[in-house]
Every structure is written in C-alpha cells, then in structure tokens.
C-alpha cells in the first residue's frame, strides 16, 4: 500500500492515479519519471516536495500498468477518503484523469475544470494534467507548461491568508 508523503498538516495534497513499478517496489509514491518531473515543477513554483502530501487513487499497480477499473477505484476510494481527513489540506491538487473523476465524477473533463478552484465537500480542489503527459509530450508541450501553472496556482492558493 502507498502512503502519503508527509501525513498530517501539508497545506497542499497532490493525488495521482496509481503506483507504478517504481512505486511499488518502495512504497512510495511518484518516485519514478512522473517523480521528477513532478519535484522539478514543484521547486520551480516554489513548493517543494518535502512540504507537500501525495497519495494515489489506487493504493496498489494495476497489472501491466493499464488504467484503474471502476471497481479498482471504489474498492480504493475508503483509503483515499482517509488519507484527505488525516492530512486536512488547504488545497488538493488532482493530476490526471482518474483523480479528476474520483473528485468531479466521470465526465470529468480537466481542459474545462483547470484554471481554477473548485469547492468539493468543502475543500479546494484543483484539477491539471498528469506528469505523464506531460513527459509524452516532451518539455516544449503545452502540458508541460500547463501542469507548471496550474502548480504554482496551487502555491498561490496554498499561501493565501
Ligand atoms: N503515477 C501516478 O499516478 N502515481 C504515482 O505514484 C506514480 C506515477
């Protein structure tokens, strides 16, 4: 099972899908390409790594890395709920399209949902690209410069008084 990385009191919660080989094997998650990729923008926007939570919407890897099935995520879905009362954010940041449907449902649609903030159940949620996509469509693609956004709104909200 992945954990968050730290537990309680992080200001920002950052929620991806699910763990990959890399993660797997440490317990860890977005340690792996994502990993970096995703630390590097978070330095670039000025929230480092080390102050941030992270947890996944699945807990453990599907097989083949293919994506999470409904049924995965339901079974996963008490976890996650757990792991959010326990670190209380400010603001939640979900990257990807199975995290924007877990908080938005599943015509979630992250073109239409980023750019702003988004009250679910009463916290902030904000929606962007996965780092994945973004390493798909190399460092000049518009993903890449919109995840890179998208994270220093969450340091904006993240900071407000
Ligand atoms: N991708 C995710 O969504 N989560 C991880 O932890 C790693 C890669």
Request: aromatic share 6%; charged share 15%.
């Amino acid at each position: 099972m992945i954990g968050t990385t730290p537990a309680a009191g992080a200001a920002v919660l950052l929620v991806g899908e699910a763990p990959g080989a890399t993660e797997d094997a440490t317990g860890l998650p977005f340690v792996g390409r994502a990993g970096a990729l995703l630390d590097q923008l978070l330095a670039e926007v000025g929230l480092p790594r080390a102050t941030v939570a992270v947890a996944n919407v699945l807990k453990c890897r599907p097989p083949g890395n293919r994506a999470p099935s409904k049924l995965e995520v339901a079974h996963c879905r008490p976890f996650l709920a757990a792991q959010i009362a326990i670190v209380e954010p400010r603001v939640i940041c979900a990257l990807g399209g199975t995290a924007a449907q877990w908080f938005f449902g599943t015509g979630a649609k992250i073109g239409q949902l980023r750019g702003r903030a988004h009250d679910v159940e009463g916290r902030q949620v904000v929606s962007t690209y996965h780092p994945s996509a973004a390493i798909r469509f190399g460092p000049a693609g518009m993903w890449r410069a919109a995840l890179r956004d998208d994270l220093a709104f969450v340091a904006q909200l993240a900071a407000a008084p």
